[in-house]
């Protein structure tokens, strides 16, 4: 018995659907259709052409598919990565929700957002997150449930890809491009093996390109033009995208090209690319299948169905779920902005921590000083730390007094002044019974959870509250459960 899997790839100016069924012998494709659609004539008159084709497609065989995977136009979404501590998934969860909120330009709480983790050494993990507005997805599932579908899973056009070059065995460590070619813009991936060094989606400036793209019997001296004008504009756009990526070598360039979609003229823009680019160009087409496809699919307009339609019976495929039944708790974290007031803060925040050894409080105030003098210029807010300076030396009293009737609170606050990052101003330190609250500003909040937990001192430490922004940082409140060990 087999059990059918339906993909649908939903685009500004075409959809394309395709079917496979699983048996024991292995996956198939059953069958695919593609077609038209027409942004200027408005949202219901496409959604009428959807629900008309889709009925019809799935009436011839009587289809009825286990689970249908579908992903939305990339102008619906926003896909970016980034790399964060390895650490518990309570930690990793708040850290990814915080680093989700300084990448995406839009609050979250308007949006559907999804992230999926690759870990990459034993202390660190990539993640690949993506947003949506919740408006858009919900105009696209209400097309498909007119058509009797229903889908769980929003995926992205990228992960398709991803998992079909896994598929084929032609992910590498190498920098590859995946470009992904619709009639009216054009979608750069670069990637690693698995992770996602940047993504860009950029319009085609080329208005006669939509004819090529759908038509045959194309004149060859306008095919001869736009493969031309083309070429030039990609290879301009990945000498952008090279440039403007900072997490990459000097030195390092594309080894691969993979292309999708390309439409009627893939073949010539193939070519062009590769002699254009003096890069290996290759069209995408599935391989790892064990038979022949149907001559209904057509891998210039279907491979990312089909990659959407396998997700369900990959093992350890990428996933994305924009679905709102299907979107991680998130909890509201402001955007971080990095200032030269929380520079001059780190400074004082070092000096102050470093009191605690109290043998050096003289040589800690007279640093202190010669540190103040030198941020004063920096930032106009610091002005108030003059009046703290005034009372450190009573500080430094509290400190004696504290290492008098408490002597583990003192090795306590050494232990913060070792494992924080300098990048990280403690205001506020509250010690009851064995419960320690730490408040402050941080750079970098998202990284202090595992700092501390790698500590002999802590244990069970998480946020409390939100992590807001000030004019010094990100404010954050620590609590965890204090724990010295041998």
Known sequence: ?????????????????????????????????????????????????????????????????????????????????FDVPATNAQALDSMIQLEMDRHFAFPLESMNTSYYVIPTTANQNHVISAAAKREGIENYLNWLARAGLKSDDVDLSFSSQMNLLDQNGALSPNLQAIVDVSSTRVDISLIKGKTLVINRSVPIPDKEFKNVFFHHDIPQSLMDKVKKNFSDFLTGVLESTLYGCKSLENEESITQINLFGGGRCVETLVSALQSQTEVKTESVIPVFLRKDSPSSFEPSFQMTSLGLALRPILRDPIELNLHPHAQHKTKRKSPWKTTLVLSAAVLAAFAFLLMSQTYRNKNTLNSLNHQLDKIKPLAVELQKIDQQYENLSSYTEALNAIER???????????????????????????????????????????????????????????????????????????STMEPRG
């Open 1 to 81: 018995m087999s059990e059918q899997y339906l993909g649908i790839d939903i685009r500004e100016e075409f959809a394309a659907v395709t079917l496979v069924s699983k048996s024991w012998r292995g996956v198939d494709i059953v069958r695919s259709l593609w077609f038209r659609l027409y942004p200027e004539r408005g949202n219901e008159d496409n959604e009428d052409l959807f629900v008309q084709e889709m009925d019809d497609f799935l009436k011839t065989g009587n289809v009825k598919p286990k689970e249908v995977v579908v992903s939305l136009p990339r102008q619906t979404s926003t896909l970016q990565s």
């Open 405 to 479: 009737q408490s002597p583990l609170k003192l090795p306590l606050l050494r232990e913060l002044s070792r494992k924080l990052p300098k990048d990280t101003w403690v205001t506020r330190i509250s010690i009851k019974r064995d419960q320690v609250e730490i408040q402050g500003y941080s750079a970098s909040a998202s990284k202090l959870i595992s700092l501390l937990e790698g500590s002999k001192y802590f244990k069970d430490t998480q946020f409390r509250g939100s992590v807001t922004t000030r004019a010094l940082g990100k404010r954050f409140t620590i609590r």
